[in-house]
Nanobody
Framework: QVQLVESGGGLAQPGGSLRLSCAAS????????MAWYRQAPGKQRELVAR???????NYADSVKGRFTISRDNSKNTVFLQMNSLKPEDTALYYC?????????WGQGTQVTVSS
């Protein structure tokens, strides 16, 4: 069955870094664009970053220059390197596999940025 398992979340200080990973299984990973979304308490889920099957990337304005999405098709894994973290980056971060109108979601990993 399809599985997306996020890891790497936790507590970071403002200005710090975290690296999220999402390990995928149960589908042909290289056929899917991969994305990271986040949802903060009381707010809607929002797109953070996306990487296409060809490696093209796009980012939310709020994370441009601080976050980097990448993928390793040999390991069926997508990453989100988060630098210069801010308290407003605190959220539950979800991994999503996207292909045309279909998609699969992970369960999420919590990121908390606080001093």
């Amino acid at each position: 069955q399809v599985q997306l398992v996020e890891s790497g979340g936790g507590l970071a200080q403002p200005g710090g870094s975290l690296r999220l990973s999402c390990a995928a299984s149960g589908f042909i990973f290289s056929w899917y664009a991969m994305a990271w979304y986040r949802q903060a308490p009381g707010k809607q889920r929002e797109l953070v970053a996306r990487i296409t099957t060809g490696g093209a990337t796009n980012y939310a304005d709020s994370v441009k220059g601080r976050f980097t999405i990448s993928r390793d098709n040999s390991k069926n894994t997508v990453f989100l390197q988060m630098n210069s973290l801010k308290p407003e980056d605190t959220a539950l971060y979800y991994c999503k596999a996207e292909r045309f109108s279909s998609g699969y979601w992970g369960q999420g990993t919590q990121v908390t940025v606080s001093s």
